[in-house]
């Protein structure tokens, strides 16, 4: 009798069994929070995952359901005493649910028109001059209070400020190193980054150069495939995998500031580890990937710092502080600015409802989670907020009640040491 679960890296039992439904994830866990389901929890998705290895199981609606609203930000992960893989196995069970699960034709539509346009950044910025003429009327924010169909008005109320000058900027290909040379580093543009947020890359270079670092900004592959490999589109993820080692891997590191990027590509070894041809090379490319801030954190500091008062709340990306454990790097960088006070928000582990495509497809528990965690950086009394992640800064935005600058740390850093201000 066939289960719910293909031959294609199923669920691992072994790894479900080290879970002892303790609770301790439960307060941690962001659907569970807003959703107050046992099965939106990362115990509950644990006991379905072994439910589908039983004979005579199925990818039922409820069970898509329930899957679908994990947001896979990890805390589970950072909070469990038992040291249970959840990480490993939501990454297993995802393009299983893909495969298989209860999707209606509209929903799958609806889903890879966001990985035919998101992952695209070509295709984003032919929408810039539209996007940023939207912005400047105030269509978007008139609309998105008139729409009633939930994914329609989460896409205009994210649709973030275009600056027209950022999306047509091209980072060159190579910046030398100043001061003394700490080696070859490859930098990954990114999609949505690239498109919306170049400002932050040249920034980021910037940053990187004055600290020792040759740096090299390829133009191709247009994506990482972390949007894919975190929704379960497996073999697309894959193809752009590839595509990323195969032109970052002869530098000596891989330095990248988008949080879900960074996470997504330090599991290729994971994704990559059936196909004999690549296995090994995504293994040595994952052990030089490194965050930026990681990066810049383990080597000495070179630039000089000028001063930046401000008061700046910390947001932690759940790709970041979780999935990659990188919490104390971007504080002490931040610290390292003469003049700035760090403040840090209430509830800092609970995700802010962005994860990946999740405010796009469960566009209702992801807006409650961006209004508390707006609310939490708002209460600090922060001047500004400060995300290394570009949809973690569109969705904090989207819900301030009353707008807060934010910036990348990158963009911060960059300031600091040209001895500019805001």
């Known amino acids: 009798m066939a289960i719910a679960w293909d031959e294609r890296k199923p669920p691992e039992l072994d790894l479900i069994k080290d879970c ?138 994210l649709a973030p400020p275009v600056k027209l000058r950022a999306v047509v900027r091209r980072l060159p290909e190579v910046v030398p190193a100043q001061g003394t040379r700490k080696g070859r580093v490859g930098f990954m543009q990114g999609c949505v980054q690239r498109a919306f947020f170049g400002d932050v890359n040249a920034a980021t270079v910037r940053v990187l150069a004055a600290e020792g670092w040759e740096v090299h900004s390829p133009r191709q592959p247009r994506c990482c495939g972390a949007l894919m490999m975190h929704a379960g589109v497996e073999e697309d993820a894959k193809e752009l995998a590839r595509a990323t080692i195969a032109a970052y891997e002869g530098f000596d590191f891989v330095a990248i500031n988008v949080s879900g990027c960074g996470s997504s590509m330090k599991e290729y070894d994971h994704l990559l580890a059936d196909d004999p041809e690549w296995a090994e090379r995504a293994k040595a490319f994952v052990g030089k990937t490194r965050d930026v801030h990681e990066l810049l ?10 001063p930046l008062p401000m008061k700046v709340a910390y947001h932690d990306a759940c790709h970041l502080a979780h999935a990659q454990q990188v919490r104390t790097q971007p504080r002490e960088l931040l610290r390292s ?62 819900h301030l009640e009353q707008p807060i600058p934010l910036y990348h740390p990158m963009t911060l850093l960059d300031l600091a040491i040209r001895g500019e201000r805001p």
């Open 20 to 157: 002892v439904h303790c609770g301790f994830c439960l307060p941690t866990c962001p659907s569970y929070q807003v959703l107050e389901n046992e099965n939106d929890s990362p115990r509950g998705r644990i006991v379905l995952m072994r439910i589908g290895h039983d004979e005579g199981s199925e990818v039922s609606p409820e069970m898509t359901e329930h899957f679908d609203n994990c947001l896979g930000c990890m805390a589970c992960v950072t909070a469990c005493p038992s040291g249970v893989q959840y990480d490993r196995l939501i990454e297993q069970t995802r393009p299983q649910i893909e495969r298989h699960g209860a999707r209606t034709r509209t929903q799958r539509a609806y889903r890879r028109m966001i990985f035919e346009l998101f992952t695209h950044p070509g295709r984003m910025r032919a929408l810039a001059p539209l996007m940023a003429l939207q912005g400047r009327l105030g269509v978007n924010e008139r609309l998105s209070d008139r729409v009633k169909q939930p994914h329609l008005r989460a896409l205009l109320r």
């Open 297 to 306: 954190g383990a080597h000495e500091q070179q630039a000089k710092r000028h």
């Open 337 to 398: 600015i003469p003049g700035l006070e760090l403040v840090e928000p209430a509830d800092w582990e609970i995700c802010c409802g962005s994860a990946g495509i999740y405010n796009l497809v469960k566009p209702e528990p992801a807006a409650e989670l961006g209004k508390r965690k707006a609310a939490n950086l708002a209460a600090t009394g922060a001047d500004a907020i400060a995300a290394a992640n570009p949809g973690c800064s569109i969705q904090i935005s989207a």
